[in-house]
């Protein structure tokens, strides 16, 4: 998994998931471009990323916002020269305050949409030319399980994560031409501060988990729900988008592949 002198966007890398596939990735010899809402959180990531001698750089980023999003690519592309791995990870489970509601309103719908799937489209079509132009790239979408099964309560995210495998697909047969491979990870159960938001809204519906900290309703989940029984963590997502991005996987695209303890087995 050499990814020696190769660059690397992660969007929503300062936090969580994002921020062990920037760590992982760096590991394995990648520069890189920690991009985020949070531009504090982002610039704290890349110092991390520096500490294994890597090249890095922070810089905010909104995919919600067409501007932003050729902001970065330019600055990025004017940096490093080139861009040979875009990793997709910036999500949200609603519109400000969703964890305060049970089911999700029409501003958590739209926002949902905006962020996890039209983010994603606008990222890679972004990062697509300058792919073209060295004829290879790879794009590794953050899906979840939670886009291989609906459920009730967050139909929501669900439907987008849902929408982010189909537009995996779509995206690998369009770029397979270019020698460009596009690839989604499906993370299970990890402790992240988006779960940690979910665990309370999920303790405020369910008199079982009354009295339970969030740590504790997620451990609860995880014991439920894991067949391995333990979380994932996201060093095990890194892990695989690390292989995606490297050449050991240019015969795989058009995938979505679980990282979930056994959770969904389809
Ligand atoms: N935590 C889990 O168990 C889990 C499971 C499956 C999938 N996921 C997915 O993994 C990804 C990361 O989740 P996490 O748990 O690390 O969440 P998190 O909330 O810890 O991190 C999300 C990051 O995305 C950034 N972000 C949000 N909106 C943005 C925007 N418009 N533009 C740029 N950056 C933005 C945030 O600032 C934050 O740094 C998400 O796509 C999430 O849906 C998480």
Known sequence: MDLTGKTAIVTGGASGIGRGISLVLAGQGAGIVVADLNPQGAEAVAAE????????????????????????????????????????????????????????NIDDWDYTYQVNLRGVVLMAEAVAPSMMEQRGGKIINIASIAGRQGSPTITHYNASKAGVISLTQGLAARLAPHNINVNAICPGLLWTPLWERLAARNRSADDQLAGLTE????????ADSIPLGREQTPEDIGKLAAFLASEDAHNITGQAINVDGGLRMN
Do not use: C
Not at 64 to 90: C, H, Y
Not at 215 to 222: A, S, Y
């Open 49 to 104: 990323v520096a500490e294994f001698g890597r090249e890095s750089m922070s810089i905010a980023l909104d995919v919600t916002d067409p501007s932003s999003i050729d902001a970065v690519t330019e600055a990025v592309v004017g940096r490093f020269g080139k861009i040979d791995i875009l990793v997709n990870n910036a999500g949200v489970a609603g519109a400000a305050g969703w964890d305060e509601r049970q089911q999700a």
């Open 215 to 222: 740590r504790q309703v997620f451990e609860k989940r995880v």
